[in-house]
């Protein structure tokens, strides 16, 4: 059980948007900054999202990151039948001095 | 283009320690706004941050492996290393190695290796 909370799994039809929540406390959330990251199946995990809101050179505006309070939430756009895969929150735990990751969430596009 | 690449033996019995080792491309290690660091995920399930090291030698592990982890550099060589003793089949995992970003409060790992599997089983 991840200190990170992140719902199991979403959906959406192409070309919809789709949110994905990570919920967590004040000694990491709350006080830190948030990652996010997506994982192909088959494939090394990939940086999406970094400082709660700011894309990496490469990633298309379609994904976005916004963070309020002890919660963080990823957003995307246009959804496409390439998005499908797993995608993590994570940031530092202040309290457990330990870098944590959300459970992942399983992004399906029907 | 920074790579990283993982390498190490693919099976390990019960009781004894996991050895990998990763191999820095295309850029410098010796850069203090960077960890070099260990994550890895179980078959099926999700990430877990098992450590990280700076070129100045300083470390950090999760307190959940602490007891049984050691992650160690050669900058000259430019690879980290990381040593898992005592295994258990919990231990079975895709190993990644990754670059993370720790300057002025902002934490991310930007770089991945591909992973490699260990499997723990006699």
């Known amino acids: 059980q991840s200190v990170l909370t992140q719902p199991p799994s979403v959906s959406a039809a192409p070309g919809q948007k789709v949110t994905i929540s990570c919920s967590g406390s004040s000694s990491n959330i709350g006080n830190n900054y948030v990652s996010w990251y997506q994982q192909l199946p088959g494939i090394a995990p990939k940086l999406l999202i970094y400082?709660?809101?700011k894309r990496p050179s490469g990633i298309p505006d379609r994904f976005s990151g916004s963070k309020s309070g002890t919660s963080a939430t990823l957003g995307i756009t246009g959804l496409q039948t390439g998005d499908e895969a797993d995608y993590y929150c994570g940031t530092w735990d202040g309290s457990l001095s330990s870098w944590m990751f959300g459970g992942g969430t399983k992004l399906t596009v029907l | 283009q920074l790579q990283l690449q993982e390498s190490g033996p693919g099976l390990v019995k019960p009781s004894e320690t996991l050895s990998l080792s990763c191999t820095v491309s295309?850029?410098?290690?010796?850069?203090?706004?960077?960890?070099w660091g260990w994550v890895r995920q179980p078959p099926g399930k999700g990430l877990e941050w098992i450590g990280s090291i700076h070129y100045s030698g300083s470390t950090y592990y999760n307190p959940s492996l602490k007891s049984r982890v050691t992650i160690s550099g050669d900058t000259s060589k430019k690879q980290l290393f990381l040593k898992l003793s005592s295994v258990t089949a919990a231990d079975t995992a895709v190993y990644y190695c990754?670059?993370?970003?720790?300057?002025?409060?902002?934490?991310?790992?930007?770089?991945w290796g591909q992973g490699t599997l260990v499997t723990v089983s006699s």
């Open positions: 400082d709660n809101n």
């Open positions: 295309g850029g410098s290690v010796s850069s203090s706004s960077y960890y």
């Open positions: 990754a670059r993370t970003f720790d300057s002025s409060g902002s934490l991310f790992f930007d770089y």
